[in-house]
């Protein structure tokens, strides 16, 4: 996958060439022009598409799970800005209020084997 600088140099790139065979095609028509400029339109979409930011990586999510007599209670997760937090109570492991709050990275609380945690809210910023 491409960066975002790189992206951004792509469609100034694109951006001129496309400006350069409308002047050309505007002044003198070919099919060879027309075939060009249509190339550059399609690929400017494409860079547009691609530096517009809206996929799934950027998406948040978290994940709580509670299996074999685990617990969770009273420990709300909050992810922002492409971060996940992920909360495993299990074999009798609780988490009781132990918010977690996430922004822009991962957190992870994990309590098994009859482990607890217990007041210690988790701030990854």
Do not use: C, F, Y
């Not at 978290?62 to 709300?76: D, E, K, M, P, Y």
């Not at 988490?95 to 996430?102: E, G, K, M, R, Y």
């Amino acid at each position: 996958m491409l960066g975002p600088k790189t992206v951004a140099a792509a469609g100034v790139g694109v951006s001129v060439a496309t400006g350069i065979v409308t002047n050309l095609i505007t002044s003198q028509w070919s099919w060879s022009l027309a075939a060009a400029l249509a190339v550059l339109v399609v690929a400017g979409v494409a860079i547009a598409v691609q530096s517009s930011g809206s996929g799934a990586p950027n998406r948040s999510r978290v994940h709580q799970r509670a299996n074999r007599h685990g617990l969770i209670s009273g420990s709300g997760a909050t992810a922002r800005d492409g971060a996940s937090v992920n909360q495993k109570a299990t074999r009798a492991g609780r988490i009781t209020d132990s918010p977690a709050l996430s922004r822009g990275s991962d957190a992870r609380q994990s309590a098994s084997r009859g482990g607890e945690i217990t007041n210690s809210p988790l701030d990854a910023s």
